[in-house]
């Protein structure tokens, strides 16, 4: 049977994916950095459409237990529209007061206000949608048990992350590019590395990180200790964002959260 491979490419891969399985054609979005290295091993070089359809071949044929796509529930794409409409809207507010300057600060305030009622807009929007959907409500729910995770992040989880709850403990730090890759070579050690993974919950995560810090004694203990060990602030807050998501995939897993996280059965 065929099965059909191609490039994460900023969302105009999704024509192909929808295509795919209108036809009932197996297909896997393969991860642009993912297809680069691979690249490299044949010595693929150079860059045109046919040596990309090559190398996206062989790399189907090479590669082991691909991940097949599976389109979003139409209540999952109406919150993923919703959410990343909110997300770069928050991004141009950053942007504007970066710019603010006294020559133009009545220009940019304005259009900040504008921006900001916009974003409250899609807020509100968003969490009638969570609390009309049973499925999202009770997820919602769930994941707001959590210390530090806020309405915010749990739309973010819920749109940018519906595996969760049915991923393996690694994986879920994986999908979200939260698993450290060693650096190492013979008697050297490197720092380890995060890279890759889906950057839009991220960012969410590492704002609920740093509250979490803050009010949970077990979370501000493990962050102690990685400080006594010389590593540097931004490794902790990597350490308890990773912690989160796989506490937070457990959760939804077993439709509940432990205890100490003030979590009620679901």
């Not at 040596?51 to 139409?74: C, H, I, N």
């Not at 650096?183 to 050297?188: E, M, R």
């Not at 889906?198 to 009010?215: E, G, H, I, W």
Request: charged share 25%; hydrophobic share 40%.
């Amino acid at each position: 049977m065929p099965f059909v491979v191609c490039e994460a490419s900023g969302g105009y891969e999704r024509h192909v994916l929808q295509s795919c399985v209108d036809l009932e054609l197996p297909v896997h979005r393969a991860h642009g950095t993912r297809t680069r290295y691979f690249a490299k091993y044949p010595g693929l070089s150079a860059k045109t459409d046919q040596v990309d359809a090559r190398m996206l071949a062989l790399f189907a044929a090479k590669s082991e237990d691909l991940r097949l796509w599976q389109p979003p529930g139409t209540e999952t794409a109406e919150l993923r529209g919703l959410r990343r409409r909110r997300d770069g809207l928050a991004q141009m507010i950053r942007k504007e007061q970066n710019r603010l300057i006294r020559a133009v600060e009545r220009s940019l305030k304005r259009h900040i206000r504008a921006l900001t009622k916009d974003m409250n807009e899609l807020d509100e929007q968003t969490g009638k949608l969570i609390s009309s959907t049973p499925g999202f409500r009770s997820k919602s729910d769930l994941l707001k048990s959590v210390v530090g995770v806020g309405s915010e992040t749990a739309a973010a989880c819920l749109a940018y992350v519906p595996e969760l709850g049915s991923l393996a403990k690694g994986e879920a730090a994986a999908i979200v590019g939260l698993a450290p890759h060693a650096q190492d070579s013979g008697t050297l050690k490197g720092h380890r590395r995060i890279s890759g993974g889906r950057r839009d919950v991220r960012s969410t995560l590492y704002m609920a990180a740093l509250s979490t810090q803050l009010y949970d004694p077990m979370m501000q203990s493990c962050a102690r200790r990685l400080r006594e060990r010389g590593k540097p602030a931004k490794v902790a807050i990597t350490a308890i964002m990773r912690k989160l998501i796989v506490i937070m995939n457990a959760g939804l897993k077993e439709g509940q959260v432990s205890i100490r996280y003030g979590a009620a059965k679901s």
